[in-house]
């Protein structure tokens, strides 16, 4: 079993920078692919980013990328979103997703854990 805690959410100004973390528990994480997504409030759920334990490609949603940056510490099993230049639109509940041998890294059925998500608010 894995358990996954995001931190990190938060309100922030239009511009803004804000890192997110995804700390993780009960295996070895560096064995798993990790996702991030959003869901805004009367949306469906969206693919953010994603970063593949084998070789390490990284993923990015069109719309966040240039300004969004994923990355892991194997030795904290922990994930880092960097999100930078945030928009009002970005404002969702962000949750991070693991999974093994993830063929669409976009697809949040792919991912067999979810941590329970943290807020990211963008004022404008």
């Known amino acids: 079993q894995v358990h996954l805690v995001e931190s990190g959410g938060g309100l922030v100004q239009a511009g803004g920078p804000l890192r997110l973390s995804c700390a993780a528990s009960g295996r070895t994480m560096c064995i798993y692919d990790m996702g991030w997504f959003c869901q805004a409030p009367g949306k469906e759920r969206e693919f953010v980013a994603a970063l593949k334990w084998s070789g390490g490609s990284t993923y990015y949603q069109n719309s966040v990328k240039g300004r969004f940056t994923i990355a892991r510490d194997n030795a904290k099993n922990t994930v880092y979103p960097q999100m930078n230049s945030l928009k009002p639109e970005d404002t969702a509940a962000y949750y991070c997703?693991?999974?093994?041998?993830?063929?669409?890294?976009?697809?949040?059925?792919?991912?067999?854990?979810w941590g329970q998500g943290t807020q990211v608010t963008v004022s404008s």
């Open positions: 997703a693991a999974g093994r041998w993830i063929a669409t890294m976009t697809s949040g059925d792919e991912y067999e854990y």
